[in-house]
């Protein structure tokens, strides 16, 4: 049933990114109780996370309602329950459209490679952007993609994210 949700998950996103909606959904955990753990059992319960973000509250809503939907879908034609602890709801960030501008420019100036994306993390720059203060991020590439034990990150990535900060905070500084 989890596999199945998941998968309907996937194919929503897509649907909604065809449609030029900004979306990110992350399935992070999922497990099983160890002590029913057997090659030839179907577990009793299982465990799973998502995360899903965006810079649009009504995408947000919209995705939520197909997830409650699929669920009670899935819940009947499978027999099963799904129980959802409290959502946790986080208001968009927006980066503030000059600084983004500014760090594409330099990074177009430096010669690397840039896009522009919704990311919807809860990072720092989330807060001073919902508190009214102007904010941007650079996101440097990671082979393996970030919260993952095995971050490969070049330092060389590491260094042209420093020279762009670097190139961005000098325009504004004059």
Known sequence: ?????????????????????????TAGIAGTDPAEHALSRIPGKMTFSFEVRSEDTATLEGFYKLLQSDCELIAEERGVRFVF??????????????LVALLSRQAAALGLPAETMASGAGHDAAIFANAGV?????????????HNPDEAMELADFMHGADLLHAALKEIAT
């Open 134 to 146: 102007p904010a941007a991020m650079i996101f440097v590439r990671n082979a393996h993609g970030s």
């Open 85 to 98: 602890d409290a959502r946790i709801d986080a208001a968009p960030a927006t980066m503030d459209p000059a």
């Open 1 to 25: 049933a989890v596999a199945e949700l998941i998968g309907r998950i996937d194919e929503h996103w897509r649907s909604m990114l065809a449609r030029g909606q900004d979306l990110v959904v």
